[in-house]
């Protein structure tokens, strides 16, 4: 069974400060992606990573998949209030279902 | 706004009731995927849809049931309702391409009493 797993669950932080999150998996994924959902809403599709240590930059978020297509990351620099919401990393597996990871909840104070 | 809509927005039901909720996917997708949101939980996959058949399925509920009609447009059917089911529920939809990437609406927010 693939799983995905994310960390952390929960992220508090002042404004302005950088953060980084994760999404690990023992599995080999063909592609994963990343969504901002806010509350009361649906998700948003940021990103999708494909290659192999592939860097991906959308303003002030990184996006890395890592060489072994089993991990990713996103980086935050210089957070922004409008940057909370729930993140979630998805992993399309062997059977070209997207596995889901459970999410971190992220809070930008002002 | 992703294309996919939902209806209704939001629903309040009895316990032991009956409810549809309704999914139209963008314009072009073949796939419908069904979601339950819990508060404050992630995703937690139901079924999909493809092209009017059922192509997988997931944690769904033997009281729970969709379909995807020809015109493509899907419903979710969620019978002899509990007070647990009260949830978010999201329909995605995707073309028929990879890397598979889904687009949400924007959910329909049951309330069991």
């Known amino acids: 069974t693939q799983l995905l797993e994310q960390s952390p669950q929960f992220l508090s932080i002042q404004e302005g400060e950088n953060l980084t999150v994760y999404c690990n998996s023992s599995?080999?994924?063909?592609?994963l992606q990343w969504y901002r959902q806010e509350p009361g809403e649906g998700p948003v599709l940021l990103v999708t990573?494909?290659?192999g240590g592939e860097v991906k930059k959308l303003k002030r978020l990184t996006f890395q998949f890592g060489d072994a297509r089993k991990d990713s990351s996103l980086h935050i620099t210089a957070a922004q209030p409008g940057d909370t919401g729930l993140y979630l990393c998805?992993?399309?597996?062997?059977?070209?279902?997207?596995?889901w990871g459970a999410g971190t909840k992220l809070i930008i104070k002002p | 706004d992703s294309g996919v809509t939902q209806t209704p927005k939001h629903l309040i039901t009895a316990t032991g009731q009956r409810v549809t909720l309704r999914c139209s996917p963008r314009?072009?997708?073949?796939?419908v995927y069904w979601y339950q949101q819990s508060l404050d939980q992630g995703l937690q996959f139901l079924i999909q849809?493809?092209?009017?058949?059922?192509?997988a399925k997931g944690n769904i509920l033997e009281r729970f049931s969709a379909q995807q009609f020809p015109d493509l447009h899907s419903e979710l059917n969620l019978s002899s309702l509990e007070l647990g089911d009260s949830a978010l529920y999201f329909c995605?939809?995707?073309?028929?391409?990879?890397?598979?990437?889904?687009?949400f609406g924007p959910g329909t927010r049951l309330t069991v009493t």
């Open positions: 995605a939809s995707s073309p028929d391409r990879v890397p598979l990437e889904q687009y």
């Open positions: 998805a992993g399309e597996g062997s059977n070209y279902q997207l596995i």
């Open positions: 599995s080999v994924f063909s592609s």
């Open positions: 849809y493809y092209n009017g058949e059922e192509r």
């Open positions: 314009s072009g997708d073949l796939s």
């Open positions: 990573v494909v290659t």
